[in-house]
């Protein structure tokens, strides 16, 4: 930090609601145990995380999708110097593998030491609920 | 204006300021590019930072950082091409020796490989120093038209030749590999066709090595060597001062600092020295070919490219 003189500021805390109408699919389904993408009805597109819009041919007609949540890490990283908001967790991995169904996902990966990662290895996606209540989803060792 | 494209954010000022001068809308127009990032402890300002990423899906969910985003391209990089974490550290090494010869650089201390490897690990395989730090600093340019340059009795103009951006998806994972920016790709080709020149023309860089494995993406993404080879001219030296292509001759963003909204401007400027010749000290002045220079600047990881080409 700087060591020129300062003077200290009012504490701000920030916390609020982060709109979902349009994927509120995805979240009800992780709490049913399951990861949905989404595909264009047009060209067919595939996406996740889903989106409303397809990116490709414009259309906003998309159907739901559910995944197998099988992959194969591509690439991943160890998060050691956190986030203000992330660091009541331990340092944590972040991964990103293809889904067999052909698209990417991101997420923590866990149940898995360090040195075993290996870019390659067999990972499944799979709907998580923390410690805190928050729906998320995580990459575990197939 | 205030204009804002994460750490692309000095290029979209520049960028702003030649569209408004090169239509004949203004004939003189300012770009100044200023951050103060050193009143907040780490934490805090890689959470600031960590939000300008692909906020929902990588930043609310996962805590993904910056320095998180660029390992996972350095992870997938030497898992493809054979690089190492010395590759990678030879950049910081470098790039420290330049910062070393440059009054303006935030750090003026040479480091060695041994200083990265034994650094402690931020987002795995980057460590403290692949990091570019955090840093206060500030920039400004003045562009001007022919007629304006003319008027006031410039001596050595310094042109821009071209000028492009591009950008990436927001979300990491709809991009196909890990390897490259695609919006840097884009971006110069676009650049160097408007200004006329080709890569062997370039005789000095600046790209953004906002991490060591950015400046190797870098090389790759504009040309300098094949993909997969970036590595190769670092070890070599291809890209020091008497190397084919000096790049980041200023300390870089690892040496020089990075502070975010300046650093584009600041690429101008250090170009723009060089370009005229009055590098001092003459030790970091790059030979002059071509009279041709070319700014790398990136927001967030490939989200923004700018590539700016100038000649004399
Ligand atoms: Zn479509």
């Known amino acids: 930090m700087s060591q020129l003189p300062t003077i200290r500021s009012r504490k701000l805390e920030i916390e609020y609601n982060i709109p979902i109408s349009k994927t509120k699919k995805f979240w009800d389904g992780l709490r049913e145990g399951k990861i949905y993408g989404t595909r264009c009805k047009k060209c067919s597109k595939l996406y996740f995380p889903p989106v409303a819009d397809c990116g490709e041919c414009y259309s906003s007609e998309m159907d739901w999708v559910e995944l197998s949540g099988e992959g194969e890490l591509i690439t991943f990283t160890h998060i050691v110097v956190r986030p203000t908001s992330f660091l009541n967790e331990q340092p944590y991995t972040i991964a990103i593998a293809e889904l067999r169904e052909g698209v990417k996902a991101l997420a923590w990966l866990t149940g898995v030491k360090r040195k075993d990662i290996k870019i390659g290895m067999k990972v499944k996606l799979a709907p998580k609920i923390t410690g805190d209540g928050r729906v998320t989803y995580e990459f575990k060792p197939l | ?312």
Not at chain 2, 132 to 154: H, M, N, R, W, Y
Not at chain 2, 217 to 242: H, N, P, W
Not at chain 2, 277 to 290: C, G, I, L, T
Request: charged letters at 20%.
């Open chain 2, 1 to 312: 204006m205030r204009v804002e494209a994460a750490c692309a954010t000095g290029s979209a000022a520049i960028f702003s300021a030649y569209t408004a001068v090169s239509s004949g809308y203004v004939d003189l127009a300012l770009a100044i590019g200023v951050e103060k990032m050193r009143e907040v402890d780490t934490s805090t300002a890689i959470e600031l930072m960590g939000r300008a990423g692909s906020y929902l899906w990588e930043f609310e969910n996962f805590g993904l950082t910056f320095p998180g985003y660029y390992a996972l391209y350095a992870t997938a990089y030497m898992n493809r091409y054979g690089a190492t974490e010395e590759d990678l550290a030879l950049v910081a090494v470098k790039n420290h020796r330049y910062g070393a010869m440059n009054p303006l650089a935030q750090f003026q201390k040479e480091i060695t490989v041994e200083d990265v490897l034994s650094s402690h690990v931020i987002a795995w395989p980057l460590k403290l120093y692949d990091c570019s730090p955090i840093t206060d600093g500030s920039a400004a340019v003045v562009l001007a038209s022919e007629d304006k340059v003319k008027e006031l009795k410039i001596d050595t103009p310094v042109w821009i030749g071209g000028i492009a951006s591009s950008s990436g998806t927001g979300t990491l994972s709809y991009r196909n590999d890990f390897i490259g920016l695609d919006a840097a790709v884009k971006a110069s080709r676009i650049a160097y066709k408007m200004a006329g020149v080709e890569v062997k023309d370039v005789d000095v860089a600046e790209v953004h090595d906002c991490f060591t494995i950015a400046e190797l993406l870098a090389y790759e993404d504009l040309g300098f060597c094949s993909r997969g080879e970036g590595y190769k001219m670092v070890r070599e030296g291809q890209t020091e001062i008497g190397g084919e292509k000096p790049v980041n001759i200023d300390g870089g963003l690892k040496a020089k600092g990075h502070p975010i909204g300046a650093t584009g401007v600041s690429m101008i400027v250090e170009l723009t020295k060089q370009l005229r010749e009055e590098v001092k000290p003459r030790s970091r002045q790059a030979p002059m070919k071509n009279y041709v220079g070319l700014a790398h600047n990136i927001g967030g990881t490939g989200h923004y490219a700018f590539i700016t080409i100038l000649k004399r």
